[in-house]
C-alpha cells in the first residue's frame, strides 16, 4: 500500500501563487504520479501528472500557469501554480499510479492510490 500526504493548500488572491507538496510513502513502488481537484458542487478532474522520468501531461486550462515536478529520492510530487484564478478553488488531491508502463496520455485514468486533500482558496 501507498499512503499520500498533500501539503501547501491556503487562501491567495487571484493572480498569486502557491506551491503544494505530497509525499508518498508505503511499500510499493509508485510510478506515475499526479495532482486532480474537486470544486464544490462539481466532479473531480484531472490536473497534472508527471513520470518517474519527467514525462508531463496537463490539463488544458492549467497549461501555462501550473507545473509539475518530482524528486524520486524523496518521493515527493510538486504543483507549483501561478496566476491562480477563482476558479481554480477547489480541493487539491494526490494520486499516485503502482503500475508500469502506463502511457501519458491515460495517466488521468491509471491512479491507484490517493491522498486526502489539501484546499486551495482563489480570493478575487
Known amino acids: 500500500q501507498v499512503q499520500l500526504v498533500e501539503s501547501g493548500g491556503g487562501l491567495v488572491q487571484a493572480g498569486g501563487s502557491l506551491r503544494l507538496s505530497c509525499v508518498a510513502s508505503g511499500r510499493t513502488s509508485v510510478y506515475a504520479m499526479g495532482w486532480f481537484r474537486q470544486a464544490p458542487g462539481k466532479e473531480r478532474e484531472f490536473v497534472a501528472a508527471i513520470s518517474r522520468s519527467g514525462l508531463t501531461t496537463y490539463y488544458s486550462p492549467v497549461k501555462g500557469r501550473f507545473a509539475i515536478s518530482r524528486d524520486n529520492p524523496k518521493s515527493t510530487v510538486y504543483l507549483q501554480m501561478n496566476s491562480l484564478k477563482p476558479e481554480d478553488t477547489a480541493v487539491y488531491y494526490c494520486?499516485?499510479?503502482?503500475?508500469?508502463?502506463?502511457?501519458?496520455?491515460?495517466?488521468?485514468?491509471?491512479?491507484?492510490?490517493w491522498g486526502g486533500g489539501t484546499l486551495v482558496t482563489v480570493s478575487s
Open positions: 494520486a499516485a499510479s503502482g503500475r508500469v508502463g502506463i502511457p501519458v496520455d491515460q495517466y488521468s485514468r491509471a491512479m491507484d492510490y
